[in-house]
T-cell receptor, first 114, second 119 residues
Framework: GENVEQHPSTLSVQEGDSAVIKCTYS??????FPWYKQELGKGPQLIID?????GEKKDQRIAVTLNKTAKHFSLHITETQPEDSAVYFC?????????????FGTGTRLTIIP | SAVISQKPSRDICQRGTSLTIQCQVD?????MFWYRQQPGQSLTLIAT?????????ESGFVIDKFPISRPNLTFSTLTVSNLSPEDSSIYLC????????????????FGPGTRLTVT
């Protein structure tokens, strides 16, 4: 089955600087890669996703890149703000009808230092 | 997107008892999922629940311990049976719904979770 590794496990960044979180996956058939943000006491919130027919996707201060050959994808947050502090999870799945199971990475605790 | 609510938000239960968690969605969805998140850990899929069929359980999870109901397209329950302290976790309901992120497609959304503590 799919295995997703995520690094780093913790990350501290000065406010205004950029943060990068990296994930690798094992199943070359995976074609959907979402990122979730989980704040304390809340459920994971989908913040951005990318499909395997795209190499990069941006949404304001957040971007995700995908390298299918190397089987890794990354989350980039620019101009970080205190409200970006949370745990971030990457995930991977094979998007076929009836098989949308997500495999999650181990999470990155991001702390923005004011 | 989808708005998901769970009840209860948290509970403290005695060893040997059971807890039933309810998940309600604001729109009809085909696929619903139940996850477990142990303290400080990642999310682990327990089972997939489609309306009108038996739930499909992941390796390490069995129906006797985690019975699931899916009576309609907006509601599901997960029961955690014969509780032990090792069952102390956050239990999350998730659904596959039409996406809010462009380009529009199906995406997975999570409820707020149920924090279970077993004493």
């Amino acid at each position: 089955g799919e295995n997703v590794e995520q690094h780093p496990s913790t990350l501290s960044v000065q406010e205004g600087d950029s943060a990068v979180i990296k994930c690798t996956y094992s199943d070359s058939a995976s074609n959907y890669f979402p990122w979730y943000k989980q704040e304390l006491g809340k459920g994971p919130q989908l913040i951005i996703d990318i499909r395997s027919n795209v190499g990069e996707k941006k949404d304001q201060r957040i971007a995700v890149t995908l390298n299918k050959t190397a089987k890794h994808f990354s989350l980039h947050i620019t101009e970080t703000q205190p409200e970006d502090s949370a745990v971030y999870f990457c995930a991977a799945s094979i998007r076929n009808f009836g098989n949308e199971k997500l495999t999650f990475g181990t999470g990155t605790r991001l702390t923005i230092i004011p | 997107s989808a708005v998901i609510s769970q009840k209860p938000s948290r509970d403290i239960c005695q060893r040997g008892t059971s807890l039933t968690i309810q998940c309600q969605v604001d729109s009809q969805v085909t696929m619903m999922f139940w996850y477990r998140q142990q303290p400080g850990q990642s999310l682990t899929l327990i089972a997939t629940a489609n309306q009108g069929s038996e739930a499909t359980y992941e390796s390490g999870f069995v129906i006797d311990k985690f019975p699931i109901s899916r009576p309609n397209l907006t509601f599901s329950t997960l029961t955690v049976s014969n509780l032990s302290p090792e069952d102390s976790s956050i239990y999350l309901c998730s659904v596959e719904a039409s996406g809010a992120l462009p380009p529009s497609s199906y995406e997975q959304y999570f409820g707020p979770g149920t924090r279970l503590t077993v004493t």
